[in-house]
Nanobody
Framework: QVQLVESGGGLVQAGGSLRLSCAAS????????LGWYRQPPGKPRELVAT???????VYADSVKGRFTISRDTAWNRLYLQMNNLNPEDTAVYYC??????????????WGQGTQVTVSS
């Protein structure tokens, strides 16, 4: 069983920065992608950034050049550095691990989410 716990959210003024962390425990093996998603108020969950086991990153157009996803080599931590935040970045941010499971396709594990609020 994989457990993901996010931290680092909070209230920040527009133009500020936050760094989100995701601590993973359990059998984090056979990684397809690791990533961050967010759910703004009243909207569906959306992709923010993902990173493959090989280190290739993909970003949503809205965060390119402002956000950076990274992980430590042992992958017990996943990070999201968020710079130049704006009110449209306000959302609950979720850590995701998409892992290949035995006998089936990729399976998503989710953290409980951390609130990021950007004031204007």
């Amino acid at each position: 069983q994989v457990q993901l716990v996010e931290s680092g959210g909070g209230l920040v003024q527009a133009g500020g920065s936050l760094r989100l962390s995701c601590a993973a425990s359990g059998s984090v093996n056979n990684i397809n992608t690791l990533g961050w998603y967010r759910q703004p108020p009243g909207k569906p969950r959306e992709l923010v950034a993902t990173i493959t086991d090989g280190g290739s990153a993909v970003y949503a157009d809205s965060v390119k050049g402002r956000f950076t996803i990274s992980r430590d080599t042992a992958w017990n931590r996943l990070y999201l550095q968020m710079n130049n935040l704006n009110p449209e970045d306000t959302a609950v941010y979720y850590c995701n691990a998409n892992l290949w499971v035995a006998g089936g396709g990729p399976y998503d594990y989710w953290g409980q989410g951390t609130q990021v609020t950007v004031s204007s």
